[in-house]
């Protein structure tokens, strides 16, 4: 593989479930990041990891937790979805957390939740 | 608070040049990136801007002012390919990037 990939593609998921989204990368990157994009607002930084070992909340962190355990994984997990968190997760990694660090997307888990 | 607007749609013609602004509004700046996204893609990166000032890539311009608070992106000779939508995005004094809602981009033939 090259680049970022996360599985699953698409989700359909009840109410009350837990979920765990994957997200993999293979280009030794340090920083990982996870974005929710909604129609008509912008993407919005759910959780980031600037090394392996570490975490932060973003924006909108609140009924999501994030673990990285190494350099190259960094799961999302929902412990009980609600409707809200109905929308488009793209997970994102970075070489580092500068200016000039490019942020480079895996293709991305639809999920809806009903 | 923290802001980034841009403009939800815009249209033109094969061919022709179109001009995206974007204004923003975020506590500290270190940098302005544009991305592009296609439907049901994950953004790619275009342009960095940190310096006031227009960067050329190809088709793709990009220009920023500091002072002002606003950058633009310029497609020139635009072709069917580049009907996506337009993201831009500015790294704050946490280094955390603030996007834009998009900038959709229709061409016509």
């Known amino acids: 593989i090259a680049g970022i990939t996360q599985a699953p593609t698409s989700q359909i998921l009840a109410a009350g479930r837990r979920m765990t989204l994957r997200c993999t990368q293979d280009?030794?990157?340090?920083?990982m990041y996870w974005y929710r994009q909604d129609l008509g607002l912008g993407l919005r930084l759910i959780h980031y990891?600037?090394?392996?070992?570490?975490?932060g909340k973003g924006e909108v962190p609140d009924g999501y937790s994030v673990s990285r355990a190494n350099t190259d994984d960094f799961p999302l997990t929902l412990a009980s979805a609600v409707p809200s968190q109905t929308s488009v997760y793209f997970c994102?990694?970075?070489?580092?957390?500068?200016?000039?660090?490019?942020?480079?997307f895996g293709p991305g888990t639809r999920l809806t939740v009903l | 608070g923290q802001n980034i607007d841009q403009p939800t749609e815009m249209t033109a013609t094969e061919g022709a040049i179109v001009q995206i602004n974007c204004t923003y509004q975020t506590s500290g700046f270190n940098g302005l990136f544009w991305y592009q996204q296609h439907a049901g893609e994950a953004p790619t990166f275009l342009s960095y801007n940190v310096l006031d000032g227009l960067e050329e890539k190809g088709r793709f311009s990009s220009f920023l002012s500091r002072s002002k608070g606003y950058s633009y992106l310029l497609l020139k000779e635009l072709q069917m390919k580049d009907s996506a939508s337009y993201l831009c995005?500015?790294?704050?004094?946490?280094?955390?990037?603030?996007w834009g809602a998009g900038t959709k981009l229709i061409i016509k033939p």
């Open positions: 994102a990694s970075s070489a580092g957390t500068g200016p000039t660090d490019t942020q480079y």
């Open positions: 280009m030794r990157h340090n920083a």
């Open positions: 995005a500015v790294m704050d004094s946490n280094y955390q990037l603030i």
């Open positions: 990891s600037n090394t392996a070992g570490t975490t």
